[in-house]
């Protein structure tokens, strides 16, 4: 029998699975193996990223350095939004930056970063900025982006009807862009990250945009899971190992940019040993098929590829399905069939990675 907990949302890219024997499954293993997937996202689209920019060093230096504040943020998430403007600017031709937070039909902006010749010589404009609350209802780019889940980029306010967005506060100039990325987390939206600037974006700059963005995601869903841990169980220890687990992750992301294998080993390791499973693989789309990246098992599944066709199918409206009935000899892998019969394996959980964007 499956158990599927809902959560989809963004583009379907591979799956991570645990197995076992012994004690089922449950919904508290679901939650973490999701914290996993989302990381094992993150870490291809940076190893991407890092591969595709010809500026890929001193961009994979501003990605490190936003994946080390989210990975010693825990609620507290101010110092997260504040490194993702800072970069943002420096990177994007002097991009001005405002980072806002969903709170119910709200946006509240929590962090702002001017750019060009805004340079923040006027604390007291950011500090009137920051708080400032934005109904999600309001006829701006930004309220839009928050509720649709999608990027709003607005090449030339030049061209652009004053009635499309009556609610807008900032001066229409012609030739000036705008840019709004939402955060996606599973489908939902969970904040934005608003630039503008009078030169056009490129799609690389665009690309690295919505990056820092998912990194500033992830910050949010891990604060909100942690805070759902802490008022489930009143237990302090189980966050605070899932804290430093993650926070190993996002480190071992930033310092293997470029070297996928070792950061889904790792992935796959610490999620095996934080739910009590005995063996796990990684599965990533590759075109027609499905290629195994990383495994944890004596009959190593690295390199197996099986047709896409059917693959992801039980994850169509799903992140996380479990079978505590599983059964092993369904397997296509002979070797990894006898060794998960020998072991007895009949526990089998599996989260989705998605990709969110624009």
């Known amino acids: 029998m499956r158990q599927r907990y809902a959560g989809a949302g963004g583009e379907l890219i591979g799956t991570i699975s645990l197995f076992k024997s012994g004690e089922p499954f449950d919904e508290r293993d679901g939650q973490i193996l999701k914290t996993f997937a989302?990381?094992?996202?993150?870490?291809?689209?940076?190893?991407?990223?890092?591969?595709?920019l010809d500026e890929a060093l001193d961009q994979q230096r501003a990605m490190n350095d936003v994946l080390d504040a989210v990975s010693t943020a825990r609620l507290d998430l101010e110092p997260v939004f504040a490194t993702v403007a800072r970069h943002a600017n420096r990177l994007c031709g002097g991009t001005g930056a405002v980072v806002g937070v969903r709170e119910g039909d709200e946006l509240r902006v929590i962090a702002t970063e001017w750019g060009g010749d805004e340079v923040d010589r006027d604390e007291d404009r950011r500090a009137r900025a920051v708080g400032r609350r934005i109904r999600l209802?309001?006829?701006?780019?930004?309220?839009?982006?928050?509720?649709?889940?999608?990027?709003?980029?607005?090449?030339?306010?030049?061209?652009?009807?004053?009635?499309?967005?009556?609610?807008?506060?900032?001066?229409?100039?012609?030739?000036?862009?705008?840019?709004?990325?939402?955060?996606?987390?599973?489908?939902?939206s969970v904040g934005v990250v608003s630039f503008a600037r009078a030169g056009r974006y490129t799609e690389a700059e665009i690309a690295l945009l919505q990056t820092f963005a998912n990194q500033a995601a992830i910050a949010v869903d891990n604060a909100r899971l942690l805070r759902e841990i802490e008022q489930r169980n009143n237990d302090l220890a189980e966050s605070l190992e899932l804290q430093t687990a993650t926070s190993d992750i996002l480190a071992l992301i930033s310092a293997n940019p470029g070297d996928l294998r070792t950061v889904l080993d790792g992935i796959l390791a610490r999620a095996r040993d934080l739910v009590g499973a005995e063996f796990g693989t990684v599965f990533l789309r590759r075109g027609d098929i499905v290629r195994c990246e990383a495994s944890l098992a004596r009959g190593n599944l690295v390199g197996d590829?099986?047709?896409?066709?059917?693959?992801?199918?039980?994850?169509?409206?799903?992140?996380?399905?479990?079978?505590?009935?599983?059964?092993?000899?369904?397997?296509?892998?002979?070797?990894?069939?006898?060794?998960?019969?020998?072991?007895?394996?009949t526990r089998h959980i599996r989260a989705a990675l998605r990709q969110d964007g624009g």
């Open 137 to 188: 209802g309001a006829s701006t780019p930004t309220a839009q982006a928050a509720r649709t889940g999608r990027v709003v980029h607005i090449p030339d306010w030049g061209d652009i009807d004053p009635e499309r967005y009556p609610d807008i506060l900032a001066t229409r100039i012609a030739g000036r862009r705008a840019l709004t990325i939402p955060m996606v987390r599973h489908g939902e």
């Open 305 to 345: 590829e099986r047709p896409f066709n059917n693959f992801f199918d039980p994850f169509a409206d799903a992140m996380c399905i479990i079978e505590n009935d599983y059964d092993p000899s369904t397997s296509l892998n002979a070797e990894w069939m006898a060794e998960a019969v020998e072991r007895g394996v």
């Open 38 to 52: 989302d990381q094992a996202a993150i870490a291809i689209s940076n190893a991407k990223l890092f591969n595709d």
